[in-house]
């Protein structure tokens, strides 16, 4: 609830504040049809009580091939270093997509799960902090799923609807086949004020921090309030997973982002979310606190100063600092 009335304390004297929500194709034309580019990045932190640990966490390259005006094929290569447990080379990406009309368009293959404000499909190089909300990092919601996606907008006097309906197949614990259907629904007014929800059905995935089995069904709300052109973001969204055969999990975070000038921003955020990594939820609580510098097209810099605590823990205490470089 405090997060609602968070919005509703400051939504007064609103104006549009732009925020990308998706990195620059920057990259490079191979002919007339296709796209290839990519980014990488460097991570230094020191966590109270270890030692200061500096890696490249992520090397992502794309390839969109323009078949036709209507047709197009994206795939995106990524290696991943996770913290602590060694780097990987995997598909993050691959499909084929049919624009019919701005109302409709069609995926066909593996895309990255629709889901809210904070999607995983936004690349590390263009979100506003340098640790993702709790919510995003249980990874309740799987981050990608196979299958086919029906997506597209309308717009009236009102506003703007946007909508993303799909089946899929996602990796589970159960490695039974089972299908997952999901949709995401939101309206923005007055370019300002954002509202959505997003649902989805599926079973456990391998990827999520619950090492419980079972089926799963998530809603997740979201809004957001832009204030002063190109000055505030308050963004806020909340998250609810029905556990078959355990105890619910949810969690939450909010955040007011100060974009101080085009280059320059500074960002906080509040968590609020279940950590179930012991199959039993236990409460996690974060603050963060960021400051970015984006100078030019191809250079991203961030220095970030968090604290973090579970409900049977003291506070603990993190600064990191991160580069991103798009080629």
């Not at 030692?51 to 209507?70: C, E, K, M």
């Amino acid at each position: 609830m405090r997060y609602w009335l968070i919005l509703q304390l400051l939504a007064s004297g609103l104006s549009h504040a732009q925020e990308l929500k998706e990195a620059p194709l920057k990259g490079f034309q191979l002919g007339d049809r296709v796209h290839v580019g990519g980014w990488f990045d460097l991570w230094v932190d020191d966590a109270q009580g270890e030692d200061v640990d500096g890696y490249v966490p992520h090397v992502f390259f794309f390839a969109d091939l323009r078949i036709s005006q209507r047709v197009r094929l994206f795939t995106e290569m990524a290696s991943i270093n996770t913290e602590g447990l060694g780097g990987s080379t995997s598909l993050q990406r691959a499909y084929l997509e049919f624009k019919h009309s701005h109302a409709l368009k069609w995926r066909l293959g593996q895309f990255n799960t629709p889901s809210g404000l904070w999607k995983e499909k936004h690349w590390h190089i263009m979100v506003d902090a340098n640790r993702k909300p709790l919510m995003a990092e249980r990874r309740y919601i799987p981050m990608h799923a196979l299958g086919i996606e029906a997506s597209g907008g309308a717009m009236n006097a009102v506003g703007n609807w946007d909508y993303s309906a799909f089946v899929a197949q996602s990796d589970n614990r159960e490695l039974d086949n089972q299908a997952s259907f999901g949709a995401d629904v939101s309206f923005m007014f007055q370019d300002r004020y954002r509202f959505g929800s997003f649902y989805y059905d599926y079973m456990n995935s391998d990827e999520s921090s619950d090492p419980l089995i079972g089926q799963r069904q998530t809603w997740l709300t979201y809004a957001e309030v832009r204030l002063r052109e190109n000055v505030l973001l308050l963004r806020a969204e909340r998250i609810h997973v029905k556990r078959q055969g355990a105890a619910d999990a949810s969690g939450a975070y909010a955040k007011l982002k100060w974009q101080i000038n085009q280059q320059i921003f500074l960002n906080y955020r509040y968590d609020d979310t279940d950590n179930v990594e012991t199959g039993l939820p236990i409460r996690s609580y974060a603050h963060t606190l960021t400051a970015g510098y984006w100078p030019t097209d191809w250079l991203r810099a961030r220095i970030e100063y968090g604290s973090h605590k579970q409900s049977i823990d003291s506070w603990r205490h993190e600064w990191s600092a991160w580069l991103g470089f798009i080629f």
